[in-house]
């Protein structure tokens, strides 16, 4: 399985930005895939995911009702729909897919894309 992430930038707060995720090598109907970001001097830690299957999502607490995740079928790509910006979403974001439901810890999810850097200002 590879991904391949894009859409990453600069925006200023408040404002939205829609990353992609373009998957290849596998069929996804068993899987989920989502997003983990990597702020400078943090860990890594889980944005949302989506369950390919029936479309269940879940999400951060910290990015809830701002952040959505859909998936064109079609196109085996992933999107998350980043809206209401802050200064602290700021960081590297990465793709990742696993077979199975939605956990939460980095080393559960065997397939990463490379990273998309998203600046925030403020």
């Known amino acids: 399985v590879q991904l391949q992430a894009s859409g990453g930038g600069l925006v200023q707060a408040g404002g939205s930005l829609t990353l992609s995720c373009a998957a290849s090598g596998g069929t996804f109907e068993m899987y989920t895939m989502g997003w983990f970001r990597q702020a400078p001097g943090k860990e890594r830690e889980f944005v949302g995911a989506l369950v390919w299957s029936d479309r269940y999502t879940s999400f951060a607490d910290s990015v809830k009702g701002r952040f959505t995740i859909s998936r064109d079928n079609g196109k085996n790509t992933v999107y998350l729909q980043m809206n209401s910006l802050k200064p602290e979403d700021t960081a590297v974001y990465y793709c990742?897919?696993?077979?199975?439901?939605?956990?939460?810890?980095?080393?559960?999810?065997?397939?990463w894309g490379q990273g998309t850097l998203v600046t925030v200002s403020s």
């Open positions: 990742v897919a696993r077979q199975g439901s939605i956990l939460t810890i980095t080393s559960r999810y065997p397939y």
